[in-house]
């Protein structure tokens, strides 16, 4: 095991084996809850301290902060900030930066406020601005500007530049290491690239710093170290873990905003194990805490339509796509109209897909993962195949694994394909992480080589992770299986 994080996760479900005694998942989580709270308690020290020495008389609740110094403490921490407050950071920072245009700091939290705005609306439009403030940042203090190295580590994860956001991390890090607030990009950006191992040192790194360290001190810091906590686990495919870091994370959120966030964490999680029911909870949970949240809407259509509500669903897409449209919620929702026999819906829908990437494209966006799939799928195999050898160069991520080993399958290159669909399923090398839809990949090739008693495997295996896990790939699944002489064993809640 990985020393540092091995030992580390949060407060769950499990904890006495058969025999007795306490399992090593529980006591991965007791330990990471014990660190992570321990940030709460010396925060309830310090706010005991500075309640014994004031006055009676001025023991008086501060103001509630504006939305200026919501959106600050938020961008500040690496949390999300609600649409209106980042607005009106991002109102506020410009007319100060007209009147105060040699204000660094001020540079990096525009830029970085950019960034977010960017992603939670999906208009590229504001990767560039970014780009150019942070940068006015960088210029001005070139070195140990902490702000700016993680702002531009977000940008590139932003625009799916993992080699980018890895370096502008490490630089963030090395410039401020006992700062909390550098290291979730930086592991966004070890598992964007497939270094696990470079996310789980970096996770072990982060739990050991002191409380307090760079974090707003409003319970933030702690969600959020959480949030990468239970993504470094499902990477691991320690699912209970995931599960319940992630479920901790939103209990502990300091703000409705960063609340909604985590709970569409848990709502994905929740979705990946096969839970659909369980999955629309959490994302219903994450747009009562923030209507804003248009990721929970995406993830509503996606559980429902799992459960057979294909009208409710079709409504929730087309509101996501409508509020963040994601060339990837384009995908989901031409499938699920091509599900329900409706090529024309479906094709209108791959049409935004291509132009959302073009816009994307323009921004310095690669969207080359998602139109990949799509292309192997919807379009022209050969492309995707070309498409995905350069984002496999770029990224060797289980993911981009999962992708070119599909699309060289649909090219007719089995023999080829085989070894990528391996890895994305392989439990050392590939991380660890169950996705049904690797799975599925996996069986269908295996299949394709005349290997049968491993298509049974992988494509059932599929079906155990998830039968929910595509409205258009579950019944390929099962006539699959079926023509293998398998049945049983394995529905689908429709």
């Given at each position: 095991m990985d020393s540092g994080v091995d030992s580390g996760t949060a407060s769950g479900t499990e904890g006495v084996g058969a025999s007795g005694v306490r399992t090593e998942s529980a006591v991965r989580r007791d330990v990471l809850a014990r660190r992570v709270l321990a940030g709460a308690v010396?925060?309830?020290?310090?706010l005991g301290g500075v309640l014994v020495v004031m006055p009676d008389g001025d023991r008086r609740p501060p103001p509630s902060p504006g939305p200026v110094a919501r959106a600050v403490t938020a961008v500040g921490s690496g949390a999300p900030a609600s649409l209106?407050?980042?607005?009106?950071?991002?109102?506020?920072?410009e007319a100060h930066l007209r009147a105060h245009p040699?204000?660094?700091?001020?540079?990096?939290e525009l830029g970085t406020a950019y960034v977010e705005r960017g992603e939670r609306t999906a208009e590229p439009r504001y990767f560039p601005k970014a780009d150019a403030a942070l940068r006015t940042s960088l210029k001005g203090r070139p070195k140990g500007n902490s702000e700016a190295f993680r702002g531009m580590a977000a940008l590139a994860n932003a625009r799916h530049d993992f080699r980018a956001?890895?370096?502008?991390?490490?630089?963030?890090?090395a410039a401020s290491p006992k700062r909390w607030s550098g290291y979730p990009a930086l592991i966004d950006a070890y598992r964007g690239l497939g270094d696990y191992k470079g996310a789980r040192r970096a996770l072990a790194r982060l739990v050991e710093l002191p409380p307090g360290g760079g974090g707003s001190g409003n319970g933030g810091p702690r969600a959020q170290v959480l949030v990468r906590a239970g993504l470094v686990y499902r990477d691991r495919g320690w699912r209970e873990d995931s599960a319940a870091a992630l479920s901790d994370a939103a209990a502990l959120a300091a703000a409705p905003a960063e609340q909604a966030d985590c709970l569409v964490r848990v709502g994905e999680s929740a979705w990946e194990r096969g839970e659909p029911a369980e999955s629309l909870r959490a994302f219903e949970a994450a747009l009562r805490a923030d209507p804003g949240e248009h990721a929970a809407r995406a993830g509503q259509g996606r559980a429902l339509a799992a459960l057979g509500r294909d009208s409710e669903a079709l409504l929730a897409y087309q509101s996501a796509l409508a509020k963040q449209p994601l060339p990837r919620y384009a995908l989901e929702l031409g499938e699920l109209y091509e599900s329900l026999g409706l090529g024309g819906a479906a094709r209108a829908q791959y049409d935004v897909l291509r132009a959302r990437v073009r816009e994307g494209d323009a921004a310095g966006v690669n969207?080359?993962?998602v139109l990949g799939l799509f292309e192997a799928d919807h379009g022209e195999a050969g492309g995707a195949v070309r498409r995905l050898r350069g984002e496999w160069a770029r990224h060797p991520s289980v993911a981009v694994a999962d992708a070119l080993g599909w699309a060289l399958h649909r090219d007719g290159k089995d023999r080829e394909a085989i070894g990528f669909a391996t890895r994305a399923t392989d439990r050392v090398r590939g991380g660890g992480a169950r996705v049904a839809l690797y799975s599925f990949h996996r069986g269908v090739i295996e299949r394709g080589l005349g290997n049968d008693p491993g298509a049974r495997r992988h494509l059932g295996e599929a079906l155990r992770i998830s039968p929910v896990f595509s409205p258009l790939l579950?019944?390929?699944a099962l006539r699959a299986l079926e023509e293998l002489g398998e049945s049983g064993g394995v529905g689908v809640p429709r």
């Open positions: 010396a925060g309830c020290f310090v209106p407050d980042l607005v009106a950071l991002i109102s506020d920072r040699g204000d660094v700091r001020s540079w990096a956001a890895r370096r502008w991390g490490e630089a963030a890090v969207e080359e993962l579950v019944p390929v």
